[in-house]
């Protein structure tokens, strides 16, 4: 299993992109969160299968009709960062940080 925490950067906020990012990992069967940043970026981990995964990226490279993504940052990291994750579900959207 591999992990992988996206940094999506551009008009990500307000467009439904946390929404889009769950329902796309969930149909992938990936696990992770995804959740809004002050910054006005949008912050995922995502873990997985590697050719799933590298799926899962070109999508939120994309991001819904209405979003406009600017720049991805992609971070390998590890497991201990689905901790982050609410009790009992596979893949959660987190509170703003």
Avoid: K, Y
């Amino acid at each position: 299993m591999r992990f992988v925490r996206l940094t999506v950067h551009g008009r990500v906020h307000g467009v439904g992109f946390r929404a889009f990012v769950e329902h796309e990992a969930i149909q992938r069967g990936l696990e992770g969160w995804v959740r809004n940043r002050r910054d006005g970026s949008v912050e995922t981990l995502i873990a997985g299968d590697t050719l799933v995964l590298d799926d899962m990226i070109e999508v939120c490279r994309r991001g819904p009709a209405v979003a406009r993504v600017e720049r991805m940052d992609i971070d390998e990291t590890e497991a201990g960062e689905l901790a982050r994750r609410q009790p009992g579900e596979r893949f959660s959207v987190l509170q703003t940080v």
